[in-house]
């Protein structure tokens, strides 16, 4: 912007759309405080401005209005806690309401806090209570299966005793045990066993056992039940297999390692009577507590519910307000503050043809927010390269954030994206020609196309979004590819006669050497694409291969001159004449006088049937350039030719090497005197002659210069064969397309069909298609867009691509919508 | 239908193109200097594919040999 002719309707043609990107300038706004936050919003909304942050040296909590984004992250972290609960809940938020009821951000801020208080209050009740409840269900738990085990363990006492009794009648048993009739016999000896009873978890009460086992040593008795259905831990709220425990002890000290262990193991322990009256009054009054719990719990989760959906209600619209408040102070912090604290100087870059609507948007905000005073806004010189804003609409965009992916354009270049949005899909479907291919790809991209109103506002997944994004692309791709398929005669791989008659007919009526000599050209050569005779002889794969590689040589040439030429162009536009006279113009001739010439040789060839070999033409030019070519030569004088493109191939190498480095220095030399003089003149703009200054006065370094240049010409001369090869992959791809696509329908569908059996029709048929979409349309179609991807990237964008620029990025709040969560 | 003729088909279908772009959406020339050059860029690329197919089919050196019994 600092050199005017440069800026300015550039050098050399009609301004395009999408060829340069936008104009911009950088701006200044001096706003008053009293209307920022306004203003800002304004500019939010018109998205058309990107601040350049004036404190990079502060800390985020040096900053003006550090406490305000620390609130707007505090009601940020309440929202997402009211969404979680939500979720949690299986509550979905409102869509946003059309209607913008207007809330303000302090009432908001109290509103949101009470809000979360109430909820968090509701919560720990629900929770207490829930808590106690799965512990009432534990200890029910509990005395249900301590109480079955004391019970059984009683009567098969009882029944024990008796038997004891028996025995004692009947003396003389030898096998009556001796002990047992003793402790029978005594019971004043009988010590008082303590016990305890609880729940461990089911996965350590194996662990449990031993280690109480251990502790005890042995005295100690255990006794586990499995209780079948997992229980809710009151602790942590899991289900968790648990098993109902008795323990019993003996001695105080036991018991103290019993307490341990049991709280080491998470075992809940719960009081537990012998008394069989005092159990069944228990289990009743846990029961009626357990539905008393219930319905509070039911009530206070309806309450939490309600006030959940209430939020529900207006969620969507706080978030945006909140996240929109902290997007507008996070881009007043990049402003400064002025000496006198009473305004804020922003400085940012913003199109030029934006320059009316920001300013309106200015205005409009002085006056909505009662300012006394009006703000600034001035346009600022400066040297720094300003940021890349292409204007794309709906279909531009995916193809220019292919070549963005790549890198973004330097400010004003020539924008590749222009011809991608042609050659990018047609390079695809060179590869993947094969209109029954493209037909299925043409309707897959009209049903995401039909349906993109719908699509766009929902949440799609990673690929689909990703498909999505691309559907004009792939229908571009799909298109082409109906062409190219027709071009190629490949339908599903089966050629139709749909322009006439094929040109070849067998020699004789008896057509005996058909098979063996071949067919004849009969008639005029097939109107459009390939003769569809060709298709299942044996000499197809020689004629497609031939075919197919020139082909490829010939696109290749014709791109890389394309992207020669977008060199010319920017180099006119930049006003850069050295450009031109010592790089556009050698490497134009370097490349013609090499693969120009080939792809004359193969016209040629073409047009007049000759048999020469063109890569022995090719190789012995260099070789031996002036030895007579014999039966190779083509036409006349060629070998004259040959010797004024290798001269000329020859002279370009130099030519691009050294004139510029030398020109460079010499104009750098002519620029820094120059200045020196003319510094004296100019008063008035000297701030303007001191931003120039400092920017020439870096240091002109010969030996960088031309080292750069030598990697430069290095590049080309070595790139224009490696990229030529390079273009090959069309054949490659192609030809693996077609062969592919043959061997399912040949080997799949027509095999099946020979059997003449239903059943086994269809499995070929089910087979064919999946296949077809599996592998064809879904792998070869990534495949192809991948070879097309890096053709413009490498072979196309080199010749002329700086792509070191940096995106505008402008403070909207539509883009901040967009990139949530 | 030879060379000549369909280049000029694949001529004029480029300029019926261009010029119902034109009529129907015009939205000031760097616009349809853009689509201009989007179709000048289709149509020479769907031009040359033909061509190079065509041509090469033109003087064949090799000819169909078909199939015989497998």
Known sequence: MADPSRGRSGGCCPPMDLMRSEEMQLVQVIVPIESSHLTISYLGDLGLLQFKDLNADKSPFQRTYANQIKRCGEMARKLRLFREQMTKAGISSAAMADTWTHVDFDDLEIKLGELEAELVEVNANNEKLQRTYNELLEYKLVLQKTGEFFYSAQSSATAQQREIGAHQVGIGSLESPLLEQEMSSDPSKQVKLGFMCGLVPKEKSMAFERILFRATRGNVYLKQVQIDEPVTDPVSGEKVAKNVFVVFYSGERAKIKILKICEAFGANRYPFTEDFGKQMQMTEEVSGRITELKTTIDIGLLHRDNILKNIAHQFEQWNHLVRREKSIFHTLNMLSLDVTKKCLVGEGWCPVFATSQIQDALQRATFDSNSQVGSIFQVLQTGELPPTYFQTNKFTTAFQEIVDAYGVAKYQEANPGVFTIITFPFLFAVMFGDWGHGLCLLVATLLLIIREKKLSSQKLGDIMEMTFGGRYVILMMSVFSIYTGLIYNEFFSVPFELFGPSAYACRDASCRDATTEGLIKARRTYPFGVDPKWHGTRSELPFLNSLKMKMSILLGVAQMNLGIFLSYFNAKFFGNSINIWYQFVPQLIFLNSLFGYLSLLIIVKWCTGSKADLYHVMIYMFLSPTDELGENALFPGQKMLQLVLLALALISVPWMLFPKPFLLKKQHQERHQGQAYTMLHGNDNSLEVEDNGAHDHEEFEFSEVFVHQLIHTIEFVLGAVSNTASYLRLWALSLAHSELSTVFYEKVLLLAWGFNNVFILIIGFVVFIFATIGVLLVMETLSAFLHALRLHWVEFQNKFYEGDGYKFAPFSFTLLSAEDD | ?70
């Open chain 2, 1 to 70: 239908m030879g060379f000549w003729s369909t280049t000029l088909i694949f001529f004029l279908a480029g300029v019926v193109a261009s010029l119902s772009l034109r009529l129907c959406c015009n939205r000031g020339p760097s616009t349809n200097l853009f689509h201009l050059t989007l179709i000048i860029t289709a149509t020479v690329c769907c031009w040359m594919m033909w061509a190079i197919v065509y041509l090469a089919q033109m003087n064949p050196l090799i000819v169909p040999v078909l199939n015989g019994e497998k």
